[in-house]
């Protein structure tokens, strides 16, 4: 596609359930990111991909939170047991050259 | 840590009015500085960016100087337009690279004709 494509766009659940959020980033972008950003925080960095690499995790709020890329492309968000310090706006990010970065719309998620 | 502040907003403007978006960020070394704009429906895209002391990044008749004697990177247009309304983050990179961006919390521009 033209551009970063999120999925859903928006989200509700329950607390205690499980969600996975996608990103399908640009065609032959290889770095990817994951953002969140809370009712009025700042983006906050959550995990990066690049190429075959180790991913930099370092930005997981807690082991709840994991992601996977497949074959260098689509990327998972997922979130266990979700609880509502959760709830957020979801940001996927695509990168060629890492010196610009290309954002989705987000995935809007509420856990009640 | 590092971060990044930003003026709150909403920023309410006539068309034609000059726009200022103060932006100051706390890191030690030298840090890349960004804006980014996310227009309405639509996911943040690079604005402009300066990676060394005093580069004016400058793009759509917006420009932000890199001022390190103040660490700020204040965003400014001579004449907003209705167009321009949109949420403007200003945000930082510790590297050349965009990796692991620390962004402030976005102040949002309403420009009115």
């Known amino acids: 596609g033209a551009g970063v494509s999120q999925s859903p766009s928006n989200k509700v659940t329950e607390k205690g359930k499980d969600v996975e959020l996608r990103c399908d980033p640009i065609s032959g972008h290889t770095a990817l990111y994951w953002y969140r950003q809370s009712l009025g925080q700042g983006l906050e960095f959550l995990i990066y991909f690049q190429g075959n690499s180790a991913p930099d995790k370092s930005g997981l709020p807690s082991d709840r939170f994991s992601a996977e890329r497949t074959g260098g492309s689509v990327s998972t968000l997922t979130i266990q047991r979700t609880q509502q310090e959760d709830s957020a706006v979801y940001l996927c990010a695509s990168s060629l050259d890492r010196l610009q970065l290309f954002f989705g719309s987000g995935t809007q998620l509420s856990v009640l | 840590g590092d971060s990044v502040t930003q003026m709150e907003g909403p920023v309410t403007l006539s068309e034609e009015a000059f726009l200022t978006i103060n932006c100051t960020y706390t890191?030690?070394?030298?840090?890349?500085l960004f804006w980014y704009v996310q227009y309405p429906g639509e996911g943040l895209q690079l604005l402009l960016k300066?990676?060394?002391?005093?580069d004016k990044g400058s793009n759509k008749g917006f420009e932000a100087t890199y001022r390190k004697e103040t660490t700020s990177f204040h965003l400014e247009k001579g004449s907003v337009q209705v167009s321009d309304s949109a949420v403007y983050f200003c945000?930082?990179?510790?590297?050349?690279?965009?990796?692991?961006?620390?962004f402030g919390t976005g102040t949002r521009l309403q420009v009115f004709p």
């Open positions: 300066a990676t060394k002391a005093d």
């Open positions: 890191a030690t070394g030298y840090p890349s």
């Open positions: 945000a930082l990179s510790k590297s050349y690279n965009t990796d692991k961006l620390i």
